[in-house]
C-alpha cells in the first residue's frame, strides 16, 4: 500500500480524494489544508484520519509516508518539493508546475538533483477520446495530419462556489490555467514538439478576470503542422463548445466534446463514423488512470509519464504565447527554451 499525504482539498484535491480512496493500491494516509474550512469539509467527505495545516507539520508528524499529492494553487510550491526532496518522496503535482517557466524549470532541477520523481497532474492524456485520437493517428486510419483547429468555447464564471476563484486576479488565467492541457495534448497526440507561434491574448468588455480570458494562437509543430487555437474563458455563451478537428492527408479526424464525443471521416464520405468510448465518470475516471500510472511508476518501477522536465516543453508554449502577444511578433518555442537554459 502506498501511504499518501494530499496537500490541497479545494475542487481539485476533492477529486484527488475520491480516485486515492477508491484504489486498491494506495491510502490515504492524512490531509493537508492551511484553511481549517478545508480541512474540516474534507474530513466529513472523506471520513476522520490525520490531518494537518502545511505539509511541514505532516511530515513531522508523521513516519510511515511513501509519496505526496500536491493540489494547491500552482504557486510558491517550493517549499514543498524541498521537504518531500528531504524525505525522498516522490510527488504527483497539479498542472501547471509554477505560473513562471524559470520558476518551473527550478522546481524540476531541485527533484532532479534529489534523484525524486516528480509526475504532473495532466489529467486529460488519459482521457479514453486521448488515447483514442492517438491511436487513429498512429494508425493512420485517415493518413498523416497536416493541419488543425482547436477550439474552446466556455463562459467560465469565475465566482461559482464549485470552481477555484485565484485565477479572477491572475495574469494570464486561460493561459495557465487552461490551455496548459490544451498545448500538452497538442504535444502528446501528435507526438511532435512545437516550432513557433503567432498568439493575441485579449480581455471582452464583460471579462470578470483581470487578466486576459480569451487566447487565439496559431502553432507551427515540427514537420509543417499548424494548429490554430481558440482558447476562451469569457465567451459570451454559458452553454460550452468545443472541437478539435485534425486534418489529414485522407480525411478528418474530429473530437466535439471535451470528454469525448469522436469520429472521423474520409474526404468523400458525407457521414462521420464515431468511434466507440468506454463509459466514464468526469475527473475522475481520467484521474485514476493518471494516478495508476503514478503508483506503477513508485511501486512497480514503470517509466515515469507526465515528468515535470517533459512538462516544461508545454509550459513554454505557454510563455511563447504571452511573449507573442506582448511584442505582436512571431516566437519561436526554442528561444524562450534557450532563455531558461533549457536548451
Ligand atoms: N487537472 C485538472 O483537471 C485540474 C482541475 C482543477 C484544478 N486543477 C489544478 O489543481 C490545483 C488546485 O486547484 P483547485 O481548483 O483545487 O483550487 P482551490 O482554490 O479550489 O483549492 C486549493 C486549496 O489548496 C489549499 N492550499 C493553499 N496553500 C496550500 C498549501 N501550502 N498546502 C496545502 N494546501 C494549500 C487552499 O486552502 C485550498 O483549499 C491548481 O494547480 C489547478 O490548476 C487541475
Known sequence: MLNVILAGLGVRGRHWAQVIQRSKRAAL???VDPSAEALARALAEFGERPAFNSVAAA???LEDVDAIVLANPPMRREDIILLACARNLPLLIEKPLALD????SRLVAIAEAAGVSLMVGLNFRYLAV?????????????????????TYERWRDGRRPDLNDYPLVMDQPMLWEQSIHHFDLMRYVYRREPLQVQC??????WSMYAGDSNVAALFEFEGGLRVNYQGVWQGNWAAPGFEWRSDCTDGIISQREEFGALFYAR????????????????????????FDAFVGHVVDGAVLQCSGRDHLRSLAMLEACIQSSASGSR???????TRTGEF
Do not use: M
Open 29 to 31: 494516509a492524512a490531509l
Open 59 to 61: 511530515l513531522d508528524a
Open 101 to 104: 517557466l524559470e520558476e518551473a
Open 130 to 150: 486521448t488515447q483514442a485520437k492517438r491511436r487513429l493517428l498512429a494508425e493512420r486510419t485517415v493518413g498523416a495530419v497536416e493541419f488543425a483547429r482547436f
Open 200 to 205: 493575441q491574448s485579449w480581455n471582452p468588455s
Open 267 to 290: 474526404r468523400d464520405e458525407t457521414a462521420l463514423t464515431p468511434v466507440a468510448l468506454p463509459p466514464h465518470e468526469r475527473w475522475i475516471s481520467e484521474t485514476r488512470a493518471l
Open 331 to 337: 516566437v519561436h518555442i526554442r528561444d524562450v527554451l
